[in-house]
C-alpha cells in the first residue's frame, strides 16, 4: 500500500510538470487566452500621444487620449536615480532574471499566500508588471486574475528575449500611468515637478517610483502624508540596496515633497488654439451634408472644399497604416512638423494680451459702467437686450440640462435668476463668487476677442497663430473658425480690380458723395470725413484715407458686383453667403483672420496668392516620413496690378490711416496696411504687409451688439493695429529670426505705378478650380 502511495504520487507530480508544460506552451502559442503576435511583442508601445513640433525645434504639446497622454523618452533621457529607485523597490534582481524571479515567486506564495504576511512583498518582476500593463484587461476577480498570472510569466519571458533590461525599463516607464492624465515619465515629471525626467533628483524619483505600488492610495496630491512615507520606503531601498549612503538617505528623508503639480492635457503648451485647429483639421472626416444643420451650410461648404483642395484636411482619414487602417493622432505617436515659430508665437500671443487685456479691457469695462445694459451697446433698448439674452440662455449647457430633465421654461426663467455660488474667471486667476446665472452669461460677454494670423507670402508658411486669449474659457476659435464682418480691409481687393482693369494709383475721380439706385431702391454711402470733398482725388488718397465714397464710384461706375465676387473667390475668400451687391465694396460680408492673411499674400508675391502651410512634415513612431507639404497657390491679378496695389498699400502707412506704426511703434520698415471698421464699431481690423510677413488682426465683441461707442477705442487703428506694431516691433528686435528691417519689397526696377499700357475693361473671369470643384460636390 505503501509503495503504491509513493508511485501515485510520483505520477501525479509527472503529470503536474507535464500538465503544467502543456499550458504553458497552450499560453506561448495562444491556445489558453490572449497572447499579442509578435509583431506586437517586439513593437509593444504604439499607443501613444502624438507630438507637435514648432519650426524651430521647440515641443509645442501633444495630443492624445484622455488616458494617453504620453510621450515617449529613451533611457538615456532618465535619471539614473529614477531607475535605481524603480530597481530597488519592485524588482532588485530585475538584472538577474530572464522576467520571472522565482526566489521572489517563491516568497511570495509562502509568505503572502499561506502565512498572510501582507508586507512580504510581491512576486512579479518589472517586466511581469509591463506585461500586465500592455496586454492584461482588468481582472474583476480574485480567479480571474490567478489565471492572468501565468499568461503574464511568458510574455515577460518573450519580452525579455526581444529587449535588452535598459529597453524594458524605459518601456515600463514610459507606460506607467502615475495618475492626473499622466502617462508615461516624461508626463509625470512635468505633471509633477515641472522637469524633465532627466532632471530628477533623488527624491524626486523616490516620488514617483512610489506611485508604482499603489498610485490612487499614494497619490502626493490627495494624499501628501501616505505619499512622503512611502517615498521614504522606496529611499530606504535604495540605501538597502547600497543606491545611497547613509548620509544621503538621511538627508533626502528630511526634505519635503515640493510638489510644482500642474495637470497636463492637450490645451497646455504653446499655440493652444493652433494645436486645437490643427488637431480636428487632420481629423476630419469627408464631408456629409446629411451630418451638418441647415443653419450650418457655409461649414460644409467650406469643408467640402478643404477636402478637395487641401491634403492635410483629413490627412489621418485620406492615408493608411500598413495594417490597412486609418492613421490616429491620439494613438499612433506621430511627430507633426509645424509652421509655427516659437519664438513669433510667443511675440504674437503677448501682442494680444499687452493690448487687448492690458489697455482695451480696462477701458471698455469702464465704459460699461455706465450703460443700463451692459456690456451691449446704449443704443439697443432694454427689450432688445432681453432678446439677445434668452437667445444665449437657450444656448447655454444649463439650459439644455435642464430642458433635458424635463424642467418647464418658468422653473428655467427662475434658475436663470437665481444666485448660485459658481467660479468666474478673470485675467488674474479663477475666482469663487456668487451671481445668477443670468448675470454670468453677461460677464463672460463682457471680455473682449481677438484673432491674429501671420503667414510667410512666399511659402504660406504660418508662423504665428492666436485664436483668442484664453482657450480653457473661450474656445471659439477667431482665426480660422470665426467669420466677422471685414468693413474697409475689403477695399484693396476692389482696387486691384479697377489696377486689372487698367486703371493706376494716380488716376483721379470725384470725391463726392453720391446716391445710386439698386433694385429700385436708392443707396447712399457714407462716409467719416469730409476733407477734400467735391475736390477730383487720386484713387491713392482714396484708399490711403479709407474713403467710401471712392469705393462706391468704383463699383457703380467701372467696375461689376458679379466681377468682384469672382475676383474674392479667386483670392481664396470662399463663403457662399458673399452675393454680387453695390454695397459689398464696403465689406459688409464675413471673412475669417486666416482667409484675410492668406489673400493679402497676393499683393507681396506679384498677384499670386499662397494658401496657409500649417505642416511642413510628419512623420511617424519609427521616423518613417509620411507626408511633406508644399506651398499651394493660385493666380489672382496680375504682377503689374499687385505691384500698383503694394505702393497704394505702403501709403496707408506712410501718411494714411496706419501712420500711427510710424510714429507710435518707431517702426521704420517698409510696410503697408490696411485698417477696417464695420458699422456701430462692431469690428476692428488691421491688415499688416511686410516683405516676408502678411498679418491680418481683428478685435471686438462675442456679439456685433458688444462693441465700444467710441470711435476713439473703436476703430481698426485703435483696437487692431496696435497688435500688429507690438508683434512687429519683437519679430524685428529679435536677430535669431530671418527678419530685418532692412528687408525690401521686390518690385521690379523703374517701377512707374502711374502708368499703365492695358486698356480699360471689365473683368469678370471664369470661375477658378476650386469654384468647379464646389460644382461638382453640390450638384
Not at 25 to 52: C, F
Not at 616 to 631: M, Q, Y
Request: net charge negative; charged share 20%.
Amino acid at each position: 500500500m505503501r509503495k503504491w502511495f509513493i508511485g501515485f504520487l510520483w505520477t501525479l507530480l509527472v503529470l503536474i510538470v507535464i500538465g503544467t508544460a502543456v499550458c504553458f506552451w497552450a499560453i506561448s502559442e495562444g491556445k489558453i487566452g490572449y497572447m499579442p503576435p509578435i509583431e506586437d511583442l517586439q513593437n509593444p508601445i504604439n499607443r501613444y500621444a502624438t507630438q507637435v513640433y514648432s519650426a524651430d525645434g521647440k515641443l509645442m504639446g501633444t495630443w492624445s487620449m484622455s488616458r494617453e497622454n504620453r510621450v515617449m523618452v529613451g533611457y538615456s533621457e532618465i535619471a539614473p536615480s529614477l531607475i535605481e529607485a524603480l530597481v530597488a523597490t519592485e524588482d532588485e534582481r530585475f538584472y538577474e532574471h530572464s522576467g520571472i524571479d522565482f526566489y521572489a515567486l517563491g516568497r511570495a506564495i509562502v509568505k503572502r499566500g499561506l502565512m498572510g504576511q501582507k508586507n512580504a512583498g510581491g512576486g512579479s518582476t518589472i517586466t511581469q508588471q509591463l506585461a500586465k500593463q500592455l496586454f492584461s484587461e482588468t481582472a474583476y476577480s480574485t480567479l480571474e486574475r490567478a489565471l492572468q498570472k501565468p499568461i503574464e510569466w511568458v510574455i515577460a519571458v518573450k519580452l525579455e528575449r526581444n529587449y535588452t533590461k535598459d529597453e524594458i525599463i524605459a518601456m515600463y516607464l514610459n507606460y506607467f500611468d502615475f495618475l492626473h492624465n499622466a502617462v508615461g515619465i516624461k508626463t509625470a515629471a512635468n505633471t509633477y515637478f515641472s522637469k524633465e525626467p532627466s532632471e530628477l533628483t533623488v527624491t524626486e524619483s523616490a516620488t514617483l517610483v512610489g506611485l508604482c505600488k499603489n498610485p490612487s492610495y499614494f497619490n502626493p496630491v490627495r494624499y501628501p502624508d501616505r505619499s512622503l512615507e512611502r517615498r521614504n520606503v522606496v529611499l530606504g531601498q535604495m540605501l538597502k540596496a547600497g543606491y545611497l549612503s547613509q548620509e544621503e538617505y538621511d538627508s533626502c528623508r528630511q526634505e519635503p515633497l515640493n510638489l510644482k503639480f500642474h495637470v497636463a492635457d492637450h490645451n497646455d503648451g504653446e499655440a493652444t488654439y493652433f494645436r486645437d485647429f490643427l488637431r480636428r483639421y487632420m481629423m476630419a472626416k469627408k464631408p456629409k451634408k446629411a451630418d451638418y444643420p441647415e443653419w450650418n451650410y457655409v461649414k460644409y461648404y467650406m469643408d467640402s472644399l478643404y477636402w478637395e483642395q487641401d491634403p492635410l484636411y483629413g490627412w489621418c482619414n485620406k492615408n493608411v497604416k500598413r495594417d490597412g487602417e486609418h492613421y490616429n493622432i491620439y494613438t499612433d505617436g506621430l511627430k507633426v512638423y509645424t509652421t509655427i515659430d516659437s519664438r513669433m508665437q510667443h511675440y504674437a500671443e503677448q501682442a494680444c494680451y499687452e493690448h487687448v487685456v492690458g489697455y482695451l479691457q480696462p477701458e471698455f469695462d469702464k465704459g460699461n459702467k455706465s450703460k443700463p445694459n451692459a456690456p451691449y451697446s446704449r443704443n439697443l433698448s432694454q427689450a432688445e437686450v432681453q432678446r439677445i439674452l434668452q437667445r444665449n440662455v437657450r444656448q447655454s449647457e444649463r439650459y439644455r440640462v435642464m430642458k433635458n430633465n424635463g424642467s418647464s421654461e418658468e422653473e428655467i426663467t427662475r434658475a436663470f435668476a437665481t444666485p448660485v455660488p459658481m467660479t468666474i474667471f478673470t485675467y488674474h486667476g479663477e475666482v469663487d463668487t456668487t451671481m445668477t446665472p443670468m448675470d454670468s452669461i453677461r460677464y463672460y460677454k463682457s471680455f473682449l476677442r481677438t484673432g491674429f494670423f501671420s503667414i510667410e507670402p512666399q511659402t504660406g508658411a504660418v508662423k504665428a497663430y492666436v485664436g483668442g486669449l484664453d482657450f480653457q474659457h473661450f474656445a471659439y476659435d477667431m482665426a480660422t473658425e470665426g467669420r466677422r464682418q471685414v468693413g474697409s480691409t475689403i477695399k484693396p481687393f476692389l482696387y486691384s480690380l479697377a489696377m486689372e482693369n487698367g486703371m493706376t494709383p494716380c488716376d483721379e475721380v470725384p470725391n463726392v458723395q453720391e446716391t445710386y439706385i439698386v433694385n429700385g431702391r436708392p443707396w447712399t454711402p457714407r462716409n467719416g470725413s469730409r476733407a477734400r470733398y467735391g475736390e477730383m482725388v487720386t484713387l491713392k488718397w482714396g484708399l490711403q484715407q479709407s474713403n467710401n465714397w471712392i469705393s462706391a464710384y468704383l463699383m457703380m461706375h467701372r467696375l461689376t458686383p458679379e466681377g468682384f465676387v469672382t475676383l474674392l473667390h479667386n483670392y481664396g475668400i470662399r463663403n457662399p453667403e458673399i452675393v454680387p451687391s453695390p454695397a459689398l465694396c464696403l465689406g459688409p460680408c464675413e471673412i475669417t483672420v486666416a482667409e484675410m492673411a492668406s489673400a493679402y499674400t497676393a499683393f507681396i508675391n506679384h498677384g499670386i496668392r499662397t494658401a496657409p502651410m500649417y505642416v511642413s512634415k510628419i512623420v511617424d513612431n519609427e521616423g518613417n516620413t509620411l507626408a511633406e507639404f508644399k506651398p499651394r497657390m493660385n493666380e489672382v491679378i496680375s504682377g503689374e496690378a499687385a505691384d500698383k496695389m503694394l505702393y497704394m498699400l505702403r501709403a496707408v502707412v506712410d501718411g494714411g490711416t496706419a501712420s500711427r506704426l510710424r510714429y507710435r511703434y518707431n517702426i521704420t520698415a517698409p510696410l503697408g496696411g490696411k485698417t477696417g471698421t464695420t458699422n456701430s464699431n462692431s469690428d476692428g481690423w488691421f491688415m499688416g504687409v511686410a516683405p516676408k510677413l502678411v498679418s491680418a488682426c481683428w478685435v471686438g465683441g462675442d456679439d456685433r451688439d458688444i462693441h465700444f461707442d467710441s470711435m476713439v477705442y473703436g476703430q481698426g487703428a485703435s483696437m487692431a493695429l496696435p497688435i500688429f506694431g507690438l508683434y512687429m516691433k519683437r519679430v524685428y528686435a529679435d536677430e535669431t529670426l530671418p527678419y530685418s528691417q532692412e528687408d525690401q519689397f521686390d518690385l521690379p526696377s523703374g517701377f512707374d505705378p502711374c502708368h499703365s499700357d492695358d486698356d480699360m475693361q471689365i473683368v469678370d473671369g471664369p470661375p477658378d478650380s476650386a469654384d468647379e470643384i464646389i460644382e461638382q460636390i453640390f450638384e
